[in-house]
Structure formats: structure tokens, C-alpha cells
């Protein structure tokens, strides 16, 4: 006698089945010791070193909420009002006082987030990494047969590719600044040096201006410095916190497109409006609906069907006015 499916159990079987295919491939595919953790009923936990009121930040959460839905299992997403490590690794020590079936993270800091996946470990939950990747002796140290893996992009490649596109458009020795929102996130400086990598062959002169969230505060500060570096012209953001502040100045200050020349990371409507318009060249598309999602189901199939998580690392993508009408079609539908 066959039991009939639901269309849970269904969605449950072709979501592990494709990311089983797409993420676990055959030469570096592997079960776990058998029993290695048994299903767990409990809650997954993604905590970022931002929360949700950050555009890039709300997306991933879309991610996390569209697993838990498709996997029928309890997932949320947490982070801090504004950056904040120390608070992150508050969350990721409560999550594991809750028992939590597994845990997703970044390591903006390394050192604060250690000690907390330490306890991760030691208390047999899994964890993997997203957005930011964990330094190279975090799962040599603290794996002890469970799982540590990393989901994301590398974010080095894709500045580059995003900085490239305006090496046509800028002169040899061009003097460009990159524009930082969260002093001390490690993933922001991996980004800032494919920026430069992208546009080495100009051999630019190369300043780093930190900005800090508050746009307001932010735009003055990028005001004062170009009054007193006015031969700038380039600037690269980290975020879409610091291409809100660099858009917001340059309409301010009415300069032309080609005056001053703004790569930007990430997605959101100013992004994607100032690139319509010209006024942004080209941005980096991390494609984080995946950050969000992808994390979870993998966790599941540990969980529910022992088989380890490897890194899953894109290459992400760029936004420029060839493709800017789709993506904003995709970031209506909540997908970037």
C-alpha cells in the first residue's frame, strides 16, 4: 500500500533533490557518518551582522522566509539595527541556547564571531557561512564532525567585473575614491580591492573615505571631500547605503554623468534608477535571494538526510543599463 504525497512532501523532495544536484556534484559530493545528527524539528537561525532595515539585508530575509515556507520548517532571520558584531554574535549565542536545528552567519569579524561558533560546535549544531566568508582555519578548528561550509559569492571577482566597466570611460592615473559605510566589515575590503583590481590597467590614484550609515552625514562628508579633491572622478560604494549618499550629492551638486562617475554595490530602486539614468554606471548583483534561501536547504538535508554541505561560491553578477529593465522587473517582485 502507497501512501499519497502532499504537496508539501513534494515541494520538499524537489527543492532537497535540486539543491542536491546543483550545490553537492558528484566528485565532491559525500554522506555524513550515518546518524551523524538526527532530523531536528527545531528552529534555523540566519543572523547577519545588519538586520533588515538595510535594503541588502531585507532581500536575504525574503530568502529565509521562502525556505522555511517551501521546507515546512521554522527559519528567521536576525540582525542589529545597524552594524554591529558584538550584537551578531549576542544573537548567534542565544540561537544556540534555543537549541537551534542550525545556523547561518557571516563573519564581518572574525574575532567576534569565533568564540560563539566555538559553542556552535561544541554543541553539535551546524553551521554555514553566508555573504562574508569565514577566514581559512575557522573549519579545521571548530568543524569536530559538524558541518562548517559557506554560501555567497566572491565578492572580489565581482567588484572587479563591476569597476571594469569603467575602465573605457577614465583616463590613465584617474584619481577615484571608494566610500565605506561599515569601517572594520572585512567583506567591504575584499570588495574594495576588486574594485581596484578591475581598473588596474589606468593606474589610478586610488583614496578610501569612510562615510559611516547616516546618509545625510554621509553625503556631507563626501561633499567636503570633493570640494577639497575636486579633480576626482570616480567613486566607488560599498553599499547601497553609500550609492543612496553618492546619487543623492551628485543631483544636489547637478553634475553632469560624466563628470563624476559612481559604480555601486548592491540592489534596491535608488540603485537601479540612478543607473537607468545614467548617473551610475554599473553595480554589483550579489543575488542574495540565494544567501537567504540556499543556506537553509542545506541545513535540511543534514539534518534530515546526513549529507554534508560543501561551499556553493558564485562569481555575482553586474547591473548596467544593458539589463537594468529586467532586474527592476525581479526587484519589484521581491527578488533583489
Known amino acids: 500500500m502507497h501512501e499519497k504525497l502532499s504537496r508539501r512532501d513534494l515541494l520538499k523532495a524537489t527543492v532537497g533533490a535540486t539543491v542536491a544536484a546543483s550545490v553537492l556534484s558528484t566528485g565532491t559530493r559525500h554522506i555524513a557518518k550515518a546518524f551523524a545528527q538526527s532530523a531536528s524539528s527545531g528552529t534555523y537561525y540566519w543572523v547577519a551582522h545588519v538586520g533588515p532595515g538595510d535594503p541588502y539585508w531585507a532581500v536575504v530575509q525574503r530568502g529565509v522566509q521562502a525556505a522555511g515556507k517551501a521546507l ?61 566568508p569565514p577566514p581559512k582555519d575557522f573549519a579545521a ?13 566572491d565578492v572580489r571577482i565581482a567588484a572587479a567585473r563591476a569597476s571594469a566597466k569603467l575602465v573605457p570611460l577614465l583616463e590613465k592615473g584617474a584619481n577615484v575614491v571608494v566610500v565605506n559605510h561599515e569601517p572594520g566589515n572585512r567583506v567591504l575590503e575584499i570588495k574594495t580591492s576588486g574594485y581596484i583590481e578591475g581598473i588596474t590597467s589606468l593606474d589610478p590614484k586610488v583614496d578610501k573615505l569612510v562615510i559611516g550609515e547616516e546618509t545625510t552625514k554621509a553625503v556631507e562628508i563626501m561633499r567636503a571631500y570633493l570640494q577639497k579633491n575636486p579633480n576626482t572622478k570616480a567613486i566607488f560604494t560599498l553599499g547601497a547605503l553609500g550609492t543612496h549618499a553618492a546619487v543623492k ?42 544567501f537567504g534561501f540556499l543556506p537553509i536547504a542545506l541545513l535540511y538535508l543534514y539534518n534530515n538526510y546526513a549529507l554534508d554541505p560543501n561551499d556553493h561560491i558564485g562569481a555575482g553578477g553586474t547591473v548596467d543599463a544593458k539589463n537594468v529593465d529586467f532586474i527592476t522587473k525581479l526587484a519589484k517582485q521581491g527578488f533583489r
Open 249 to 290: 550629492l551628485l543631483d544636489e551638486m547637478k553634475a553632469s554623468n560624466d563628470k563624476i562617475r559612481v559604480v555601486g554595490s548592491d540592489i534596491d530602486d535608488v540603485t537601479l534608477d540612478a543607473i537607468k539614468r545614467g548617473r551610475v554606471v554599473s553595480a554589483i548583483d550579489l543575488q542574495q535571494l540565494g
Open 141 to 153: 578548528t571548530f568543524a569536530n564532525g559538524t558541518p562548517i561550509a559557506f554560501v555567497g559569492v
Open 72 to 132: 515546512g520548517v521554522k527559519a528567521v532571520f536576525e540582525g542589529p539595527s545597524g552594524y554591529s558584531p558584538p550584537k551578531q554574535a549576542d544573537m548567534v549565542n542565544a540561537a544556540i541556547s534555543a537549541k537551534a536545528a542550525g545556523i547561518v552567519t557571516t563573519s564581518a569579524d572574525p574575532a567576534v564571531i569565533r568564540g560563539p561558533l566555538q559553542r556552535a560546535a561544541q554543541a553539535g549544531i551546524p553551521t554555514i557561512f553566508s555573504d562574508t
